[in-house]
Protein backbone atom coordinates (compact mmCIF):
# COMPACT_ATOMS: atom_id res chain seq x y z
CA UNK A 1 0.00 0.00 0.00
CA UNK A 2 1.52 3.48 -1.16
CA UNK A 3 1.87 5.16 2.08
CA UNK A 4 3.03 9.00 1.09
CA UNK A 5 2.80 10.37 4.67
CA UNK A 6 -0.78 11.78 4.06
CA UNK A 7 -3.74 11.80 2.20
CA UNK A 8 -2.47 10.91 -1.51
CA UNK A 9 -3.16 12.88 -4.12
CA UNK A 10 -4.44 10.52 -7.35
CA UNK A 11 -4.74 12.98 -10.64
CA UNK A 12 -6.92 11.47 -13.43
CA UNK A 13 -6.15 11.27 -16.51
CA UNK A 14 -9.16 9.70 -19.02
CA UNK A 15 -8.19 7.89 -22.24
CA UNK A 16 -12.21 8.54 -23.68
CA UNK A 17 -14.07 10.51 -25.53
CA UNK A 18 -17.00 11.10 -23.68
CA UNK A 19 -16.14 10.94 -19.50
CA UNK A 20 -18.24 13.69 -17.88
CA UNK A 21 -15.22 16.70 -17.02
CA UNK A 22 -12.34 16.23 -19.35
CA UNK A 23 -13.78 13.35 -22.14
CA UNK A 24 -12.04 13.68 -25.34
CA UNK A 25 -9.17 15.90 -24.06
CA UNK A 26 -6.79 13.08 -24.07
CA UNK A 27 -7.67 10.87 -25.78
CA UNK A 28 -4.64 10.69 -28.26
CA UNK A 29 -2.22 8.67 -26.47
CA UNK A 30 0.59 11.74 -26.57
CA UNK A 31 -1.63 14.49 -24.95
CA UNK A 32 -2.70 11.72 -22.21
CA UNK A 33 0.89 10.73 -21.19
CA UNK A 34 1.41 14.54 -21.18
CA UNK A 35 -1.15 15.38 -19.24
CA UNK A 36 0.05 12.71 -16.68
CA UNK A 37 3.49 14.07 -16.83
CA UNK A 38 2.24 17.41 -16.09
CA UNK A 39 -0.37 16.31 -13.05
CA UNK A 40 3.08 15.02 -11.46
CA UNK A 41 5.00 18.04 -11.60
CA UNK A 42 1.83 19.87 -10.38
CA UNK A 43 2.26 17.41 -7.23
CA UNK A 44 0.35 14.33 -7.87
CA UNK A 45 1.69 11.19 -6.20
CA UNK A 46 -0.23 8.90 -8.42
CA UNK A 47 -2.03 8.70 -11.51
CA UNK A 48 -5.05 7.08 -12.43
CA UNK A 49 -5.27 6.10 -15.60
CA UNK A 50 -9.23 5.22 -17.32
CA UNK A 51 -10.37 4.00 -20.95
CA UNK A 52 -13.57 3.49 -20.33
CA UNK A 53 -16.19 6.24 -19.16
CA UNK A 54 -17.94 6.00 -15.64
CA UNK A 55 -19.87 8.83 -15.42
CA UNK A 56 -24.28 8.82 -15.16
CA UNK A 57 -25.78 6.91 -17.95
CA UNK A 58 -22.33 6.10 -20.10
CA UNK A 59 -22.58 2.80 -22.10
CA UNK A 60 -19.98 0.32 -21.72
CA UNK A 61 -16.89 0.15 -24.96
CA UNK A 62 -15.37 -3.63 -25.48
CA UNK A 63 -12.58 -4.78 -23.58
CA UNK A 64 -10.30 -4.38 -27.32
CA UNK A 65 -10.66 -0.63 -27.04
CA UNK A 66 -10.54 -0.01 -23.60
CA UNK A 67 -6.82 -1.69 -23.61
CA UNK A 68 -6.07 0.14 -26.78
CA UNK A 69 -6.77 3.55 -25.26
CA UNK A 70 -4.71 2.60 -21.70
CA UNK A 71 -1.75 0.28 -23.26
CA UNK A 72 0.31 3.21 -24.09
CA UNK A 73 -0.37 5.72 -21.38
CA UNK A 74 0.02 3.43 -18.90
CA UNK A 75 3.27 2.07 -20.42
CA UNK A 76 4.91 5.62 -21.07
CA UNK A 77 4.05 6.61 -17.34
CA UNK A 78 5.40 3.91 -15.77
CA UNK A 79 8.29 3.89 -17.69
CA UNK A 80 8.88 7.70 -16.59
CA UNK A 81 8.73 6.44 -12.78
CA UNK A 82 4.93 7.52 -12.40
CA UNK A 83 3.22 5.37 -10.04
CA UNK A 84 -0.34 4.26 -12.36
CA UNK A 85 -3.50 3.11 -10.77
CA UNK A 86 -5.51 1.39 -13.97
CA UNK A 87 -9.30 2.84 -13.38
CA UNK A 88 -10.98 -0.45 -14.72
CA UNK A 89 -13.58 -3.01 -14.47
CA UNK A 90 -12.14 -6.13 -16.28
CA UNK A 91 -9.14 -8.59 -15.82
CA UNK A 92 -8.30 -8.62 -19.30
CA UNK A 93 -7.67 -4.80 -18.74
CA UNK A 94 -5.93 -5.09 -15.51
CA UNK A 95 -3.28 -7.69 -16.54
CA UNK A 96 -2.39 -5.38 -19.77
CA UNK A 97 -2.01 -2.25 -17.52
CA UNK A 98 -0.12 -4.28 -14.86
CA UNK A 99 2.05 -5.81 -16.82
CA UNK A 100 3.01 -2.14 -18.60
CA UNK A 101 3.78 -0.86 -15.47
CA UNK A 102 0.53 -0.27 -13.43
CA UNK A 103 0.36 -0.57 -9.34
CA UNK A 104 -2.76 -0.03 -8.62
CA UNK A 105 -6.01 -1.55 -9.83
CA UNK A 106 -9.12 1.08 -9.12
CA UNK A 107 -12.20 -0.93 -9.49
CA UNK A 108 -15.62 1.13 -9.52
CA UNK A 109 -17.60 -2.32 -9.19
CA UNK A 110 -15.93 -3.11 -6.50
CA UNK A 111 -15.04 -6.68 -7.45
CA UNK A 112 -19.21 -7.03 -8.89
CA UNK A 113 -18.92 -6.45 -12.52
CA UNK A 114 -16.45 -9.18 -12.94
CA UNK A 115 -15.27 -11.37 -10.00
CA UNK A 116 -12.10 -12.19 -11.83
CA UNK A 117 -10.49 -8.95 -11.26
CA UNK A 118 -10.34 -8.90 -7.41
CA UNK A 119 -8.58 -12.77 -8.58
CA UNK A 120 -6.05 -10.41 -10.49
CA UNK A 121 -5.30 -8.00 -8.22
CA UNK A 122 -4.98 -11.09 -5.26
CA UNK A 123 -1.61 -12.69 -7.98
CA UNK A 124 -0.42 -9.58 -8.67
CA UNK A 125 -0.12 -8.24 -4.69
CA UNK A 126 -0.99 -4.81 -5.85
CA UNK A 127 -3.39 -2.56 -3.86
CA UNK A 128 -7.39 -3.05 -5.17
CA UNK A 129 -9.68 0.26 -4.47
CA UNK A 130 -13.23 -1.43 -3.83
CA UNK A 131 -15.84 1.05 -4.68
CA UNK A 132 -19.36 1.13 -3.43
CA UNK A 133 -21.10 -0.34 -6.37
CA UNK A 134 -24.94 -0.78 -7.32
CA UNK A 135 -24.88 -1.53 -11.13
CA UNK A 136 -23.37 -0.06 -14.17
CA UNK A 137 -23.31 3.72 -15.44
CA UNK A 138 -25.95 3.43 -18.71
CA UNK A 139 -28.92 2.99 -15.24
CA UNK A 140 -27.51 3.00 -11.97
CA UNK A 141 -29.15 6.78 -10.61
CA UNK A 142 -32.02 4.49 -10.78
CA UNK A 143 -30.83 2.64 -7.63
CA UNK A 144 -30.13 5.67 -5.78
CA UNK A 145 -32.39 4.57 -3.23
CA UNK A 146 -31.83 4.50 0.23
CA UNK A 147 -33.37 4.63 4.27
CA UNK A 148 -29.80 5.39 5.55
CA UNK A 149 -27.08 5.76 2.70
CA UNK A 150 -24.27 6.05 5.64
CA UNK A 151 -25.27 2.63 6.94
CA UNK A 152 -26.29 1.10 3.57
CA UNK A 153 -23.17 2.20 1.80
CA UNK A 154 -21.12 1.04 4.71
CA UNK A 155 -22.42 -2.27 5.09
CA UNK A 156 -22.81 -3.49 1.30
CA UNK A 157 -19.07 -2.29 0.93
CA UNK A 158 -18.45 -4.02 4.07
CA UNK A 159 -20.22 -7.11 2.00
CA UNK A 160 -17.56 -6.19 -1.39
CA UNK A 161 -14.56 -6.10 0.62
CA UNK A 162 -15.02 -9.49 2.55
CA UNK A 163 -15.87 -10.72 -1.24
CA UNK A 164 -12.57 -9.49 -2.44
CA UNK A 165 -10.41 -10.55 0.21
CA UNK A 166 -12.21 -14.14 0.24
CA UNK A 167 -11.21 -13.99 -3.67
CA UNK A 168 -7.51 -13.56 -2.22
CA UNK A 169 -7.05 -10.01 -2.00
CA UNK A 170 -4.50 -9.43 1.22
CA UNK A 171 -6.21 -7.53 3.80
CA UNK A 172 -3.44 -4.95 3.99
CA UNK A 173 -4.25 -4.04 0.43
CA UNK A 174 -7.72 -2.70 0.52
CA UNK A 175 -8.73 0.50 -0.26
CA UNK A 176 -12.14 1.59 0.25
CA UNK A 177 -13.97 3.88 -1.54
CA UNK A 178 -18.09 5.32 -0.72
CA UNK A 179 -18.43 5.58 -4.37
CA UNK A 180 -19.42 9.32 -4.58
CA UNK A 181 -22.15 9.63 -7.27
CA UNK A 182 -22.56 6.54 -8.33
CA UNK A 183 -26.22 5.92 -7.90
CA UNK A 184 -26.50 8.60 -5.14
CA UNK A 185 -28.24 11.93 -5.33
CA UNK A 186 -26.48 15.04 -4.14
CA UNK A 187 -28.20 14.78 -0.87
CA UNK A 188 -26.95 11.47 -0.71
CA UNK A 189 -23.50 12.33 -1.47
CA UNK A 190 -23.13 15.38 1.11
CA UNK A 191 -24.57 13.19 3.54
CA UNK A 192 -21.61 10.29 2.87
CA UNK A 193 -18.77 13.47 2.67
CA UNK A 194 -20.68 14.45 6.69
CA UNK A 195 -19.38 10.78 7.95
CA UNK A 196 -16.30 9.61 6.12
CA UNK A 197 -15.10 8.28 9.51
CA UNK A 198 -17.93 5.67 8.90
CA UNK A 199 -16.19 4.04 5.95
CA UNK A 200 -12.65 4.28 8.23
CA UNK A 201 -13.16 0.80 9.86
CA UNK A 202 -13.72 -1.11 6.24
CA UNK A 203 -9.95 0.00 5.08
CA UNK A 204 -7.56 3.32 3.68
CA UNK A 205 -10.31 5.65 2.08
CA UNK A 206 -10.29 7.31 -1.43
CA UNK A 207 -12.82 10.09 -1.74
CA UNK A 208 -13.28 10.66 -5.67
CA UNK A 209 -15.76 13.92 -5.55
CA UNK A 210 -13.22 16.25 -7.68
CA UNK A 211 -15.81 18.05 -10.04
CA UNK A 212 -19.00 16.47 -10.14
CA UNK A 213 -22.35 17.37 -10.63
CA UNK A 214 -23.32 18.12 -6.98
CA UNK A 215 -20.54 20.42 -6.66
CA UNK A 216 -22.28 22.24 -10.05
CA UNK A 217 -25.76 22.54 -8.65
CA UNK A 218 -24.67 23.67 -5.27
CA UNK A 219 -22.77 26.67 -7.46
CA UNK A 220 -25.47 27.47 -9.61
CA UNK A 221 -25.69 30.93 -11.35
CA UNK A 222 -28.82 32.81 -10.71
CA UNK A 223 -30.24 31.54 -13.86
CA UNK A 224 -29.86 27.89 -11.64
CA UNK A 225 -27.89 26.43 -14.53
CA UNK A 226 -25.05 23.77 -12.74
CA UNK A 227 -21.51 25.74 -12.59
CA UNK A 228 -19.39 23.88 -15.44
CA UNK A 229 -17.45 21.07 -14.36
CA UNK A 230 -14.23 22.64 -15.07
CA UNK A 231 -15.29 25.54 -12.80
CA UNK A 232 -15.48 23.75 -9.74
CA UNK A 233 -12.54 23.32 -9.07
CA UNK A 234 -11.92 25.31 -5.86
CA UNK A 235 -14.86 23.53 -4.18
CA UNK A 236 -13.35 20.33 -5.36
CA UNK A 237 -9.89 21.33 -3.38
CA UNK A 238 -12.50 22.38 0.01
CA UNK A 239 -13.38 18.87 -0.18
CA UNK A 240 -9.65 17.65 -0.17
CA UNK A 241 -9.28 19.67 2.81
CA UNK A 242 -12.46 18.38 4.62
CA UNK A 243 -11.08 14.99 3.54
CA UNK A 244 -7.76 15.24 4.20
CA UNK A 245 -8.78 16.07 7.85
CA UNK A 246 -11.23 13.30 8.31
CA UNK A 247 -8.32 10.97 7.79
CA UNK A 248 -8.50 9.63 4.18
CA UNK A 249 -5.80 7.78 2.21
CA UNK A 250 -6.18 9.94 -0.76
CA UNK A 251 -8.50 11.98 -2.77
CA UNK A 252 -8.74 11.39 -6.57
CA UNK A 253 -8.73 14.59 -8.33
CA UNK A 254 -8.93 16.51 -12.23
CA UNK A 255 -6.59 19.42 -11.36
CA UNK A 256 -3.76 18.92 -8.93
CA UNK A 257 -1.75 21.96 -7.52
CA UNK A 258 -4.75 23.24 -5.56
CA UNK A 259 -5.55 19.48 -3.94
CA UNK A 260 -2.00 19.22 -3.70
CA UNK A 261 -1.79 22.56 -1.44
CA UNK A 262 -4.35 21.17 0.64
CA UNK A 263 -3.49 18.05 2.11
CA UNK A 264 0.11 19.47 2.67
CA UNK A 265 -1.46 22.16 4.46
CA UNK A 266 -3.72 19.71 6.42
CA UNK A 267 -0.89 17.23 6.88
CA UNK A 268 1.10 20.44 8.33
CA UNK A 269 -1.99 21.46 11.19
CA UNK A 270 -2.54 18.27 12.23
CA UNK A 271 1.37 17.72 12.93
CA UNK A 272 0.90 20.83 14.85
CA UNK A 273 -1.59 19.07 16.76
Do not use: C
Not at 57 to 67: L, V
Not at 69 to 98: F, H, K, N, W, Y
Not at 132 to 158: F, P, T
Not at 221 to 229: E, I, L, V, W
Request: aromatic fraction near 4%; glycine fraction near 10%.
Amino acid sequence: MPDFGRAAVMGVVNVTPDSFSDGGRHLDPDRAIARGLELVAQGADLIDVGGESTRPGAERIDAATEIARIAPVVAALSAAGVVVSIDTMRPDTAEVALAAGARVINDVSGGLADPALPKVAAAAEVPYVVMHWRGHSADMQSRAVYADVVAEVAEELRRQVDAVIAAGVAPGQVIVDPGIGFAKTGAHNWTLLAHLSEFRSLGPVLIGASRKSFLGTLLAGDDGAPRAADARDDASAAITAIAAAAGVWGVRVHEVKANADAVRVVAAIQAAR
